[in-house]
């Protein structure tokens, strides 16, 4: 009886394990030892890393996954250097509160001429500019006025025809956020915050890029996003125009750190992080074009009129304090 | 039945581990991380949860929409099988209707939101044809479109099976008899459906109450559980413990539900014999509801046209020209051809091992006197009754920090257990009508019970065996809800990137995505359809 039940705990394991086996099969060859990027940039910032690197000869080497700017953040202040990914580029400030909470970064090996001093974990990327912009036919259509600032767009007459980027979830939002506060102050920005919510309505955005995208499509008139993205539209022929609110241009640079790993991996990390700072710049800077490193120039069409500085430094301390007023504008 | 063998044992010990490690551990600290703080363990999570207005807004708006979506499904559910089973409307029609109705399920949830935008947005195809927004689509009106579209197909089926049970001469005898019209429908139609139908609106309810991908989609500044949920775990500041309490709440209706429908049960009436009657002639009753159920039928599919339609185009709506750059650029990214892959990996493996568990799981609880072989009857009802979020979320919990974190291996599991109640119940159904002597049979002729199985239930069974198989991979191919918590840049899926897409609006890539699933979809549900067929000839 006891030869008996050994037998089938016996055999039950073996089939057991054999199940293990089958399934680790399968989830070895996931694997694969690929690189991991995660990057918070959008398309374009994407596409330029990803063919600075495969000309390098890294194709099929790594995997660049395209995060929204709260989804990383979460993951990188919530699991620190466990996080999946070897190379990250994100918000410069988000990189740097990582840094502080789980020194989780191992400074760059290669040096930079960059204009801008930073820390020697990161090095920046790319920089973004806000502004707003309009579909001129939409305007027409609509029978509404040019508008010349952010509080324009908080006018009555654009109920329902204006498209924000929602600083919870897109760092783009935040430039929106900076320009009102350093404007009209917490009081008066709350007011007009308030009414360019309520004339947003459902094109709040989660994504930076959705108030173009929105403009474009004509589901709304006027929004407010990435200045280079409103040029870039008007220059393929679209109904687009860009302006400059008179609150103020506001500017985010985003930037590249190597994740602390073993040594093979941060080796290899370290030295694809240098072909993106050296090769995918130049292509960045077209689609991006704000001069980061000695050398670079931009045209004067990508020269914002009113480029603004916000007067504190930019954390993530500040960022939840400005996100806090955003909601309670609701 | 035969006696236990210990073969039995050998498959029953593996099962019933299996679903202890995958279903009932995970939902263990699922409860445990739920009332975790802290400083030890209280229910300050629940009360965080229970006080903030937003979450609180959030539950009711889904049981609001819900409920919602699940009386308007129940009733065109009940109008379309009504038109297939008691008139007489042209036979191509029903046949249209059996088929067309069943084209959703082969597409992920966050799908239709894009194709409603597209559909009803202002420059939406629909839009264009009137010339007029119909109506706001972001957030109610939307997600209500979506969800319907999505529990339709579900509820259909439900209904039109009944159908098939119920006796129709009862319908003539109360014609006879001179009942009314209402009073005729209602002894002979609604009453012995009452059951099915409260089933449906249940099904419904559950359906819309947890699917994650239409909100994702076309949500708006309607927040509902599911993307709630989303955001507090993957937000800009995650909380896992809070997520585990919005869990736990999103389980309870679900939990409900389920009693609920094993309550309706009872209602179900039992004929013990049918006739196939033909259907008493009235033209009125054929012109109305083939009217009626061509306009449902064509509702529905006409949001999707667009996703044909526009990744062909090349600026859909500027420029309508004809292109196939959009086609070309997307399978030039060697991305897309790796989530393809990654995502048809997953499903065979889900269809093969998920196939395979199901069925033994069956035979042991149908054909064989095994101790304790109740307890698969018990996993079904609780994969059943656990929404595909929550068992992501509950893996999230039990295995961040093990190897399995990050693994399509995970994700496998997941959608093994997610959608474990169909398959088994389909093999039940089928095992439990087999001759029950037939293992007895097999031990006289000297086959072991092994071989038995080998070399008759299985053979007998061969046309649900496939049936099985294709439920199991046309869900992995489309599921979202259940695996969003469980992608990772190297496992991601098609569902997945479509997800990731969203992010940046790329919407012809969208639908290019969606059209790959479904085309691959559509092959493998021919194919099974197919092998049944042939099996059935040869019987």
Redesign the interface.
């Known amino acids: 009886m006891n030869v ?1 039940k050994l ?3 016996l ?2 394991l ?3 394990s054999l ?1 293990v086996v ?3 099969c ?2 070895s ?4 030892e ?1 690189l ?3 990057t918070n940039g ?2 374009a910032a994407s596409e330029a890393m990803k063919s600075a690197l495969n000309e390098a000869g890294y ?2 080497k790594y ?9 990383l ?3 990188l ?2 699991e620190g250097n466990q996080i ?2 070897d190379i990250v580029t994100m918000s410069s400030y988000f990189i740097e509160s990582a840094q502080q909470q789980h020194n989780m970064f191992n400074d760059l090996t290669f040096t930079t001429n960059a204009l801008e001093e930073h820390p020697p974990y990161y090095t920046p990327v790319l920089a973004n500019t806000g502004s707003i912009f309009v579909n001129t036919e939409v305007l027409k259509q609509k029978g509404l006025p040019m508008p010349t600032s952010i509080k324009d767009l908080a006018e009555p007459e654009f109920e329902g025809l204006v498209s924000i980027p929602n600083i ?2 897109s760092s783009t939002g935040w430039l929106l956020v900076q320009a009102i506060i350093s404007e009209y102050g917490e009081e008066e920005g709350k007011t007009v915050l308030r009414e360019l919510l309520a004339n947003s ?4 955005e ?2 930076g ?2 108030p173009i ?1 929105k403009v474009q ?3 709304v008139a006027a929004g407010f996003g990435l200045r280079y993205q409103a040029v870039m539209a008007k220059e393929s022929g679209l109904p687009i125009e860009f302006v400059d609110p008179i609150e103020g241009n506001f500017s985010l640079t985003e930037s590249v750190a190597v994740v602390n790993k073993d040594d093979a991996t941060t080796t290899l990390a370290m030295e694809m992080a240098e072909v993106i700072i050296r090769d995918a710049r130049k292509e960045l800077l077209t689609h991006y074009p704000v001069a980061l490193y000695e050398g670079e120039t931009v045209a004067d069409m990508n020269k914002p009129a009113y480029s603004m500085e916000f007067e504190q430094p930019l954390t993530v301390e500040l960022l ?1 304090q400005h ?1 806090e007023f955003f909601k309670s504008a609701k | 039945m035969p006696d236990v063998k210990p073969a039995m044992r050998i498959i029953y010990i593996p099962i019933l581990l299996f679903f202890t490690a995958f279903l009932v551990v995970p939902l263990g600290i699922l409860f445990v991380r739920s009332f975790e703080t802290s400083d030890g363990f209280s229910l300050s999570n629940y009360l965080s949860v229970l006080s903030n207005a937003e979450l609180m807004a959030s539950i009711g708006n889904s049981i609001k929409i819900s409920s919602l979506t699940a009386v308007i499904t129940t009733f065109l559910a009940f109008v379309l099988a009504y038109a297939l089973n008691c008139t007489n409307i042209y036979k191509p029609l029903k046949a249209a209707i059996k088929t067309g109705i069943l084209i959703p399920m082969l597409l992920p949830t966050i799908t239709y939101g894009f194709a409603i935008i597209y559909s009803f947005g202002n420059q939406g195809l629909l839009t264009k044809i009137t010339g007029e927004n119909l109506f706001g689509i972001y957030g109610f009106n939307g997600l209500l479109i979506g969800y319907v579209i999505y529990t339709l197909p579900a509820a259909f089926l439900l209904i039109n099976n009944s159908f098939k049970y119920i006796d129709k001469k009862f319908m003539i005898v109360s014609n006879l008899m001179g009942d009314g019209v209402i009073r005729s429908f209602k002894n002979t139609i609604v009453r012995p459906l009452l059951g099915t139908l409260g089933g449906a609106f249940v099904l419904a309810f559950i359906l819309s109450f947890t699917d994650f991908g239409i909100p994702a989609s076309i949500g708006g500044t309607y927040t509902v559980v599911a993307t709630q949920l989303y955001q507090v775990m993957l937000g800009s500041i995650p909380d896992f413990n809070n997520g585990a309490v919005i869990a736990v709440l999103m389980l309870l209706p679900a939990v409900f539900g389920v009693l609920l429908l094993n309550y309706l049960e009872k209602l179900n009436f039992h004929y013990d014999k049918f006739t196939a009657i033909g259907m008493m002639q009235h033209r009125g009753r054929d012109v109305s509801f083939g009217i009626v159920s061509t306009v449902i039928l064509i509702g529905m599919l006409s949001i999707f046209a667009v996703m044909f339609i526009a990744p062909f185009l090349h600026s859909f709506p500027y420029d309508l020209t004809f292109t196939l750059t959009h086609i070309i650029d997307t399978f030039q990214s060697s991305d897309v051809r790796t989530v393809y892959q990654n995502s048809l990996f997953i499903a065979l493996s889900t269809a093969v091992l998920g196939t395979l568990i199901a069925f033994c799981s069956a035979v042991l609880n149908v054909r064989t006197a095994i101790k304790g072989r109740t307890s698969t009857d018990i996993i079904s009802m609780m994969t059943n009754t656990v929404p595909g979020m929550v068992l992501g979320l509950s893996y999230l919990f039990l295995f961040n920090g093990s190897s399995l974190k990050g693994t399509f291996t995970i994700i496998v599991l997941c959608n093994i257990v997610h959608y474990f109640t169909t398959p088994y119940l389909m093999a039940k159904n089928s095992l439990s009508k087999m001759n029950p002597i037939w293992e007895t049979t097999g031990e006289l002729l000297g086959d072991s019970w092994m071989k038995t199985v080998y070399r008759v239930l299985l053979p007998n069974s061969a046309s649900t065996v496939i049936e099985m198989f294709s439920y199991y991979f046309i869900n992995s191919m489309v599921t979202i809800s259940g695996i969003i918590f469980l992608v990772t840049a190297q496992t991601s899926v098609v569902a997945s990137k479509i997800k990731e897409l969203q992010h940046f609006a790329k919407f012809n890539e969208i639908f290019i995505l969606s059209i790959l699933i479904f085309l691959t979809n559509l092959v493998v549900k021919l194919l099974c359809d197919h092998f049944q067929k042939r099996k059935f000839n040869h019987l």
Do not use: N, R
């Open positions: 008996k037998k089938v705990t055999l039950s073996v089939a057991l199940l089958l399934t680790a399968s989830s060859k996931a694997a694969g690929k991991v990027i995660y959008d398309e194709e099929g995997v660049l996954q395209s995060l929204g700017t709260s989804e953040g979460g993951k202040l919530a999946e990914a919870m979830d309505g459902p094109h709040v989660s994504s890029s959705g995208k499509a004509g589901e939840e996100q």
